[in-house]
T-cell receptor
Framework: SQQGEEDPQALSIQEGENATMNCSYK?????LQWYRQNSGRGLVHLIL?????REKHSGRLRVTLDTSKKSSSLLITASRAADTASYFC???????????FGAGTTVTVRA | GAGVSQTPSNKVTEKGKYVELRCDPI?????LYWYRQTLGQGPEFLIY????????DSGLPNDRFFAVRPEGSVSTLKIQRTERGDSAVYLC??????????FGPGTRLTVL
């Protein structure tokens, strides 16, 4: 079973615009990660936020975490065509090795 | 250095056959993970190795699935008596420890 749910399922934006996607989860977590997947193959780690953190930045990425609402958001600023991909949130509990993924948000960036 | 590699990249087999999927992790990574991903879904955890031992195999769906990592590096996921429902992309990941995982490109298994 999957822990997280991403919203929206799909997102289409113009190059240069910002993309925001959300993730909700059910049980308490140790950390939450975001991964990107191109063409249904390997995942690439983007960013990790720990349960005691509220916001984190990495380049054009901004992640927030609200443990009281069991939700996280990923913002990609100034999107590029190369950002076209599926984005997944993954949570880990006390067993930090066992990632539980949501179904993902498919982002299409139009040139 | 090289990332995680998986072979074959695609495997087509017939129902009832046996298949082996191979994962070569990043060389200094002690931890290795297998996940399975079906269309439109995120990866689902199958098994986790720390060194040579399977520390958690709670995600293996049934006893037709088995994985080994005899020397603490390369791992093989073995599926006996394949069923059409086993069709998926099988992803391998490795890590040196800690929560961040490094994924391979996956093996797409199709059971006819």
């Amino acid at each position: 079973s999957q822990q997280g749910e991403e919203d929206p399922q799909a997102l289409s934006i113009q190059e240069g615009e910002n993309a925001t996607m959300n993730c909700s989860y059910k049980t308490s977590i140790n950390n939450l990660q975001w991964y990107r997947q191109n063409s249904g193959r390997g995942l690439v780690h983007l960013i990790l936020i720990r349960s005691n953190e509220r916001e984190k930045h990495s380049g054009r990425l901004r992640v927030t975490l609200d443990t009281s609402k069991k939700s996280s958001s990923l913002l990609i600023t100034a999107s590029r065509a190369a950002d076209t991909a599926s984005y997944f949130c993954a949570t880990a509990g006390s067993n930090d090795y066992k990632l539980s993924f949501g179904a993902g948000t498919t982002v299409t960036v139009r040139a | 250095g090289a990332g995680v590699s998986q072979t074959p990249s695609n495997k087509v087999t017939e129902k009832g056959k046996y298949v082996e999927l191979r994962c070569d992790p990043i060389s200094e990574h002690n931890r290795l993970y297998w996940y399975r991903q079906t269309l439109g879904q995120g990866p689902e955890f199958l098994i986790y190795f720390q060194g040579t031992g399977a520390a958690d195999d709670s995600g293996l769906p049934n006893d037709r699935f088995f994985a080994v990592r005899p020397e603490g590096s390369v791992s093989t996921l073995k599926i006996q008596r394949t069923e059409r429902g086993d069709s998926a992309v099988y992803l391998c990941a490795s890590s040196p420890g800690g929560p961040k995982q490094f994924f391979g490109p996956g093996t797409r298994l199709t059971v006819l």
